[in-house]
C-alpha cells in the first residue's frame, strides 16, 4: 500500500478503522472480554528478556539468550515472557518497509522456545526512535510492520500476544498517541482479528495517564498496560543514562508507612480506572537497577509484585539477565533475593 500527502491520511484511518470494526462484529462483546481477561490471567506472574532482541546486534551490553534460559524461566514458576524487539532497527526505510528476513527468524526462536515451553509471550515493539521524534513521518512503516507481524503469526497459538509499542513518548503525547494507537491496532485487526493486543498509554506508559488512553470500546480482546518504576530516585539510582543518578546512589526502600502508602495509592488508582473501564491490567514493567540495595530491591519488588497480584493484575519484572536482572547469566543462577520476591520461592542452579 502506498500514501501520499500526510504519511498516513486522516481518510484511510477512518476507512481501516471501520473495516477492522466490522471483523469483530460477529463476536459479542462479553465474550470478547472474556477472552481479555482469560489472556490476562494466563498472563499471572512474568519477566522481560530485555536487551535482547532490543539491543543492536553489535552492542557489547547485549543478552544473550539460550534455549536453557527458557527452562530456568518455566521451572522458577514463571508463567510468561515479555519480549522486547527493537523492530526499526531491521525495517528497510523505504516502504513496503520489509523486516529483516534474518533478524524475524531470531525472532521466530525465542517465541518457539517460550511457546514450547508452556509460557505466554508478548511481542512488545520496543524502541522506536523514529516514532517518538516523527510520528506523522513514521507511522506508515509501523503499520507495515504490524501488517507483516499479523500476517506471520496468524496461525501462532492464542498464547501469543502483540504490544503494539512500548512506553510512546516525545512526540506521541496523549493526543497523538489517541490517533496512532487506533491505527495500528486497526493494522492487526484486518489480519489476525482474535489475537489479544496489549496497548498501553503515552508518557512512558505511566499509570496517570490511563485516563487519555483511546481504545475502541467494541474491541475487549485488549489487555491495557502500565510501567512502574516509582520512586525513580530508588529504581534509577546509578543508572548511567540518566542525568544526576549517582547522586541517587544510596537511596533505601524500606517499606515504611509512608512508602507503603504512596505504592497503595498509585495501584488503587489504576485499579478503580480498570474497573471503570472494563479492561484488564498488565504491569508491564517494573524493576530496580542493579546499584540499589539488595535488601531494598528485593523489599520494593515484592510489596509491588503484591500491590499487582492483590488487584488482579498480571505482571512482567524488568528484567531477566541484565542490569536489573533477577537472574545471573554469567552464574547461571538465580538471585535468590529478587527471585523469591517475585515467585515466593528459591530457583537454585539453572542447566549449564
Excluded at 493494522?187 to 489479544?196: L, N, S
Excluded at 531477566?320 to 528459591?346: N, V
Amino acid at each position: 500500500m502506498t500514501f501520499s500527502g500526510r504519511v498516513l491520511p486522516k481518510l484511510w484511518l477512518r476507512l481501516a478503522t471501520a473495516a477492522a470494526l466490522l471483523a469483530l462484529a460477529s463476536t459479542t462483546a462479553g465474550a470478547q472480554e472474556d477472552a481479555a481477561t482469560r489472556a490476562n490471567r494466563a498472563l499471572g506472574r512474568g519477566i522481560n528478556l530485555g536487551n535482547a532482541l532490543d539491543a543492536p546486534l553489535d552492542a557489547s551490553w547485549a543478552l544473550r539468550l539460550r534455549g536453557d534460559d527458557f527452562d530456568a524461566i518455566k521451572q522458577a514458576g514463571f508463567n510468561s515472557v515479555r519480549l522486547p524487539v527493537a523492530f526499526y532497527l531491521h525495517t528497510a526505510a523505504a516502504a513496503p518497509y520489509a523486516i529483516d528476513p534474518g533478524f524475524l527468524a531470531r525472532v521466530d526462536w525465542a517465541i518457539d522456545q517460550a511457546l514450547s515451553r508452556g509460557l505466554v509471550v508478548v511481542l512488545d515493539n520496543h524502541h522506536d526512535v523514529g516514532m517518538e521524534k516523527r510520528p506523522d513521518e513514521n507511522m506508515a512503516r509501523l503499520v507495515a510492520v504490524w501488517t507483516q507481524l499479523a500476517q506471520r503469526y496468524r496461525s501462532y497459538p492464542e498464547r501469543l500476544y502483540f504490544e503494539l509499542l512500548n512506553e510512546p513518548s516525545g512526540a506521541l503525547t496523549d493526543d497523538e498517541w489517541a490517533n496512532d494507537a487506533p491505527a495500528l491496532l486497526s493494522a492487526v485487526r484486518m489480519v489476525d482479528p482474535q489475537r489479544t493486543v496489549v496497548i498501553g498509554p503515552a508518557y512512558w506508559n505511566s499509570l496517570d495517564h490511563l485516563g487519555a488512553l483511546a481504545l475502541p470500546d467494541s474491541d475487549r480482546n485488549i489487555i491495557v498496560t502500565f510501567h512502574y518504576y516509582v520512586p525513580l530516585r530508588f529504581t534509577h539510582q546509578g543508572a548511567g543514562w540518566m542525568p544526576g543518578a549517582d547522586k541517587w546512589k544510596g537511596t533505601l526502600w524500606t517499606g515504611g508507612a509512608a512508602e507503603q502508602a504512596t505504592l497503595d495509592n498509585d495501584f488503587n488508582k489504576a485499579a478503580q480506572w480498570a474497573l471503570a473501564n472494563r479492561r484488564p491490567l498488565y504491569l508491564g514493567e517494573f524493576g530496580a537497577f542493579q546499584a540499589a540495595d539488595m535488601e531494598s530491591r528485593a523489599r520494593w519488588t515484592r510489596a509491588v509484585a503484591e500491590a499487582a497480584r492483590r488487584r488482579g493484575m498480571s505482571f512482567a519484572y524488568w528484567e531477566f539477565g541484565s542490569s536489573f536482572g533477577a537472574y545471573d547469566p554469567a552464574k547461571l543462577k538465580w538471585r535468590e533475593p529478587l527471585l523469591e520476591a517475585l515467585t515466593g520461592k528459591g530457583g537454585g542452579d539453572a542447566k549449564p
